[in-house]
């Protein structure tokens, strides 16, 4: 890829993560695996919001028309954040989703590309490692004390608990994608594997007709 055409395909931030490639490699299969449970989580995250939207219309009516909200309302909704802010954490990163600081990154090819690359996910780990680490004290806390809410008193635990387990999917994402950075450290002439590449304009406009259209509109543009 050119330098004109790098710069025009970063200004959609759109990336995708290349597996098809090697697909009996050890790495590839680890990178399989875990597609299951981040998609799993990231429904739960997309389920949770949908109810939290009905959830708040039926409080709006309830309470407008019958005068009866719904009992610890509040609470329901502190309690679902969690699932909403952290369980499709792991999915975004293996779409390459989350906002990227690219003004460096882009300019690079080659190993200097993939050794920023390990640098940053090394940094990822590090952090989300802390951050497993003290969420898992937050949630055995929380579970040993018998920690609930103010209002209704739910339970605060399950709450927390989803944390740790959404941040330990993510963790192993990014080891996932710390890998296939190392190994096209090595040998940049490698496909990419379990990694976020960039994409080209056309590229993505094609994968979006591809999601939306499906397999038909792929075939007959190759007719």
């Known amino acids: 890829m050119t330098g004109p055409d790098w710069g025009r395909s970063l200004q959609t931030t759109e ?3 290349q597996d098809t490639s090697h697909p009996k490699s050890l790495l590839s299969r680890f990178d399989r695996m875990l597609m299951p449970f981040e998609d799993v989580a990231n429904f739960l995250a997309a389920t949770a919001i949908f109810m939290l939207m009905v959830l ?21 909704v502190e309690l679902s954040m969690a699932s909403m802010a952290f369980l499709g954490a792991a999915y975004c990163q293996r779409l390459g989703a989350h906002i990227r600081m690219e003004l ?11 050794a920023a690359e390990i640098f940053g996910t090394l940094v990822a780990l590090f952090i989300i490692g802390v951050l497993i680490w003290y969420s898992s004290g937050h949630f055995y806390r929380s579970f040993t004390l018998g920690d609930t809410t103010i209002d209704a008193e739910f339970p605060v635990w399950p709450s927390k ?32 594997v379990a990694v976020v590449t960039a994409k080209a304009v056309a590229e993505q406009a094609q994968d979006e007709i591809h999601e939306v259209m499906g397999d038909d509109a ?3 543009n190759k007719q």
């Open 15 to 17: 990336y995708v993560v």
């Open 218 to 220: 792929a075939s007959e």
């Open 104 to 114: 460096l990154v882009g300019r690079l090819h080659g190993r200097a590309l993939w």
């Open 56 to 76: 708040g219309v039926l409080q709006i009516g309830l309470r407008s028309i019958f005068n009866a909200p719904i009992t610890g309302y509040i609470d329901l």
């Open 161 to 192: 608990l989803l944390v740790p387990i959404a941040f330990s999917l993510w963790f192993l994402r990014l080891l996932a994608q710390l890998w296939g950075a190392i190994r096209l450290f090595l040998d940049p002439s490698l496909a990419p």
